[in-house]
């Protein structure tokens, strides 16, 4: 089989998979990834509930809060290229279940942290071992599945499952935190990990690359210290103003993007096929999944506790308050097919952009409506967009990649989704603590300790102020205010990609495969 080269060159690939694939075995294969995949989006949104819960039992400060929601993401995302590389490697099954164990312990470290700190260590360590099983569920999906039709089918199903389970986890959260302690939104993981384990060393098959090359260890922490100081740096501005040191590490991780990208043109064995980036359409694409994922994550993060502190929802109801943005995202999946097949892939798109970009407008009008059904609609719209950008992106990022580099062209769609997720925590949380902290008033009377907690948080704020009291009432309205407009500059950012996506990603997929 032919297959595109940086430099433009031509291998011949052959017997990329050591175990035999067994179409009847296929399919449960995928659930198994689709399981594994799951667990790590279920993850980044089943904290969302319990914030409330571990504010008051850590106390944790308002950018402790943040950390604690950002830093698996922050850590998924800077290590995603390095473990999807090094899977191409050493056997991409074997670093799943690698990954799988590492998960199942960091959950349970997680579940029983006695402080913050400890806390926001055990979710760099989910993060760290989530980067070893992310890629590698769709690298074996890629690799399982010859025929186009299908591999789309399972990217689909694929895509659903994390989109999905993502929107699922405040539901899984709500649930568990009717009846247990805060950290069993974390113990829950470990039977799931031991499932998958023991099912994937039954039904997964191998695959590596077979003449992959060094593993390039300088190219990883290039990549790591891009990514990590770069989102570091826009969450301390966002959040604490404009000062030297977010400058330095702007600075920093822009030496190290120059460096990493001149390391991987003169590479032999790049890390990143970097030459697809200069495809605008390709760029594009990626673009797309990043801010579709940027929208949803930095929305439902603090949208959680907006049901809870303001509408005062328990954390059941208000986790059952986002099912349409689930049950949106499941039909805009099933509308995948009709809309490449009668659009292609750059309008359908941008058209699900804007769809998004729509849905976070009404979320925005929504959010002072005293009747829920308005937001209900609101977050259909929203989920019916993500769930049709999220797949097509996915599949056009994957299929375009040669069959032998499937753990990178998988990180590097992984990479844009969690790097969304971390920058729409980041940025749009700090954009909500800002608002928050312009709206919420200090009423008189309250020590310098307390009078920063109403301002830190609304949760803090809640704590405080007395229930049903006027200034708890101006707290909860400087929040939902805090919530609109940053909806609303979401749903900008969101429809200008849509108009960029629009003109520079072509309508037909194969025009998208090669720069």
Do not use: C
């Not at 969690?418 to 980041?426: Q, R």
Request: avoid cysteine; aromatic fraction near 8%; glycine fraction near 10%.
């Amino acid at each position: 089989m032919k297959l595109y080269r940086p430099g433009g060159t031509v291998t011949q690939v052959k017997n990329l998979t050591q175990t035999p694939k067994r179409p009847a075995s296929r399919w449960f294969a995928v659930s198994i990834l689709v399981l594994a995949a799951a667990v790590l989006s279920i993850d980044a949104t089943v904290l969302y509930l319990a914030v409330p819960a571990l504010t008051a039992d850590l106390r944790p400060s308002a950018d402790q809060v943040l950390w604690i929601g950002d830093v698996y993401p922050l850590a998924l995302a800077g290590l995603l290229i390095p473990f999807g590389n090094l899977a191409d490697r050493i056997g991409r099954r074997r670093l799943l279940l690698i990954g799988a164990v590492g998960f199942g312990a960091a959950s349970a470290l997680a579940a029983f942290a006695p402080n913050a700190e400890l806390l926001i260590f055990a979710r760099v360590a989910l993060g760290v071992t989530g980067a070893m099983i992310m890629p590698s569920t769709l690298s074996i999906i890629r690799d399982m599945f010859d025929d186009a039709k299908e591999r789309t089918k399972a990217v689909a199903i694929w895509t659903a499952g994390t989109s999905g389970s993502a929107a699922l986890g405040p539901i899984i959260g709500g649930a568990l935190l009717e009846q247990f302690w805060w950290g069993a939104v974390f113990l829950i993981n470990v039977p799931i990990m031991l499932f998958v384990i023991i099912a994937g060393l039954i039904v997964l098959p191998e695959s590596r690359n077979p003449n992959p090359g060094r593993f390039d260890v300088l190219s990883a922490l290039l990549s790591f210290a891009t990514l990590v100081p770069f989102i570091w740096a826009v969450k301390r501005m966002l959040g604490e103003g404009f000062d030297l040191a977010g400058v330095f590490g702007i600075i920093g991780a822009a030496l190290a993007a120059w460096w990493f990208i001149h390391r991987q043109r003169r590479a032999s064995e790049a890390m990143i096929d970097v030459e697809l980036f200069k495809s605008a359409a390709f760029s594009g694409t990626v673009l797309a999944n990043f801010v579709a994922a940027f929208a949803l994550a930095g929305l439902l993060f603090f949208f959680s506790q907006y049901l809870q502190l303001v509408r005062g929802m328990t954390p059941i109801i208000a986790g059952a308050a986002e099912v349409p943005a689930t049950l949106g995202g499941i039909l805009g999946i099933a509308f995948v097919g009709w809309l490449l097949a009668r659009l292609g892939v750059g309008r359908a798109v941008a058209i699900a952009l804007v769809v998004i970009a729509i849905g976070l407008s009404l979320v925005a009008l929504a959010e002072q409506s005293p009747h829920y059904v308005w937001l209900a609609l609101a977050l259909a719209v929203l989920g019916f967009g993500v769930g049709i950008t999220q797949t097509v992106t996915t599949d056009a990022v994957v299929t375009m990649a040669p069959k032998e580099r499937a753990g990178s062209a998988a990180a590097i769609s992984e990479t844009s989704l969690e790097l969304g997720t971390a920058f729409g925590i980041a940025v749009l949380g700090s954009v909500v603590g800002a608002w928050y902290r312009v709206g919420a008033p200090v009423p008189s009377g309250l020590n310098a300790s307390d009078a920063a907690a109403v301002q830190g948080s609304l949760a803090q704020a809640l704590s405080i102020l007395p229930a049903g009291s006027p200034d708890a009432d101006a707290a909860q309205l400087a929040f939902t205010h805090a919530m609109q407009l940053t909806s609303l500059t979401a749903a900008a950012v969101v429809f200008a990609v849509a108009v960029l996506v629009w003109r520079v990603v072509p309508s037909r997929s194969t025009e998208i495969a090669t720069p």
